[in-house]
């Protein structure tokens, strides 16, 4: 296995140097990387966790830089000496560690973790709350406001399957850049009268304030998820995971008042928690 390698990356580097997609910067990594990557040998992970290995190690190491865009995956391939398979296994698994992200039709960039918004997931904010609370201007885009019966959400919200709730989709932007979709659902009494102030940028948990609703703790579930096919393309979200924080938030009484689906970019947020072990 080891020979055939050494000769497929024989055959790449008598190729003329390839500038790919007019990344010179992504191809003089490369070159580098020739002098320096061994796939195969005495490694016995796998090629793909090998090839992903190395690119992380470029990334860290500043080779490949936050913004720029990677070599294509032929020049990867060459560069390793592995199939193109490998290739994108190994950048599947960079997109997982959020290093990278895929944008259709122009190739792969690097992410830039130092933008990314950490928070103690124990606290319970409003999104608006956490992403000011980090010194990011909110900027709030009404997808939709829509009256409808409880149905589904009856149960969740303890209410009766006809009562009208309001379902508010919406996306939470930062100088342009969209950070955050979500959904809430709520019984519309919650917010008589206040509907157009919502749908116009007003807090939705100074409204529940108003009419004596509020929210004191939620039961959260959090997840891995991709979001909706139909809301990227309309909300200019890029193609990456997003984090999942799933609440049905309750009340002073005790009584559940809203359920939420936010759906955080995973390359721009980061959660954490405090564990304490028990002795026994």
Known sequence: MQGCLAQRRLRSERKAPEEVDGDV??????????QTSEIGGRDRRPLGVQVYAAIREQIQGGAFPAGGRLPSETALAANYGVSRVTVREALRLLQRDLLIQSVHGRGHFVLDTSKLVETQITELQSVTELMRGRGYAVE????????????????????????AVIRLERVRSTD?????YSIDVFPARYVAGSEDAIANG???????????????????TISAADLPPAVAPDAGFPTLPFVLMEQVNFDTDHAPALYSLDYHRGDRFKFSVVRTRTTR
């Not at 409880?150 to 006809?162: F, K, M, P, T, V």
């Not at 342009?176 to 955050?180: L, R, S």
């Not at 939705?204 to 039961?219: K, P, R, T, W």
């Open 25 to 34: 910067q992504s191809s003089a990594a490369l070159s580098d990387s020739k």
């Open 140 to 163: 709030t885009t009404t997808l939709s406001l829509i009256e409808e019966n409880a149905g589904s959400h009856a149960a969740l919200l303890r209410i009766a399957e006809q009562e």
């Open 176 to 180: 342009g850049v969209p950070m955050i």
């Open 202 to 220: 007003a807090s939705l948990i100074d409204a529940f304030s108003e009419h004596g609703v509020v929210i004191a703790y939620c039961n959260a």
